[in-house]
C-alpha cells in the first residue's frame, strides 16, 4: 500500500455539457497531480448561476496496518475558492479539511459573500451528527435572501450582521443571532 501511495500520477479532465441530478455545467475542467499521499487539485465549473474556481492540496491517509478502504481519509486545505455572478463568495483565508468515509471537518476560514464577510470558526460532520459556528457582518438581506432561494418582495438595502453556533445530534440546538447593521 505504501508504494501505491508514493506513486506519481496526473489526471486532467475537460467536459462540456455535462449534466447531474443536481445540476448543468457548460464546462468542467478538473486536475490533479502528485502522488494519493501528497497532492494539489484544481477544478473550474461553470453552469447557469456557477462560475467557481477551486484549488486544493492534500493527500490520503489509511491508518497503520489497516487495509480497509473505509479507513482511508483525506487530510488537506481548500486553498482558493471563488464563484462569480449571482451567488458570489471568494475565500478569503485557506480552510484545513479532513474527509473520511463518514465525517467531514472544515477548519476556520473566512469568506467574501456578496458585500459582506462570513468568518466560520468551525464546520464538523460525524456519522450524521452536525455542529457549526461562526459569525457574519454585512451581508445583504438581498443577498441572503437568493442565498436561501426565496425572493424578497421588495428592495432592499439592508445589511446583515451575526453569530451562530448549532448542533445537532439529531436533534437541532444552539443559538443563532441576527441584527441590523
Known amino acids: 500500500a505504501a508504494d501505491l501511495m508514493a506513486r506519481t ?7 462540456t455539457g455535462l449534466v447531474t441530478p443536481a445540476a448543468a455545467f457548460g464546462t468542467m475542467r478538473a486536475s490533479v497531480a502528485g502522488t494519493l499521499a501528497q ?3 484544481t477544478i ?3 453552469g447557469e448561476d456557477l462560475d467557481l474556481e477551486a484549488s486544493a492540496r492534500g493527500g490520503f491517509e ?3 496496518g489497516s487495509r480497509d478502504i473505509e479507513s482511508l481519509a483525506w487530510n488537506g486545505s481548500l486553498d ?3 464563484n462569480r455572478g449571482p451567488w458570489a463568495l471568494r475565500l478569503t483565508a485557506p480552510a484545513t479539511v479532513q474527509l473520511a468515509r463518514a465525517r ?3 477548519g476556520a476560514t473566512r469568506l467574501a459573500i456578496a458585500d459582506g464577510n462570513v468568518r466560520l470558526a468551525e464546520f464538523a460532520w460525524d456519522d450524521g451528527k452536525l455542529a457549526t459556528s461562526g459569525s457574519f457582518t454585512g451581508v445583504p438581506l438581498a443577498a441572503a435572501a437568493r442565498f436561501a432561494g426565496v425572493p424578497l418582495p421588495f428592495g432592499s438595502t439592508l445589511a446583515l450582521g451575526g453569530e451562530w453556533s448549532l448542533a445537532a445530534a439529531p436533534q437541532l440546538t444552539g443559538t443563532v443571532q441576527v441584527r441590523r447593521e
Open 104 to 106: 467531514a471537518r472544515v
Open 62 to 64: 489509511m491508518p497503520p
Open 9 to 15: 500520477m496526473r489526471i486532467d479532465v475537460t467536459t
Open 80 to 82: 482558493a475558492l471563488e
Open 39 to 41: 497532492h494539489a487539485l
Open 44 to 46: 473550474a465549473m461553470k
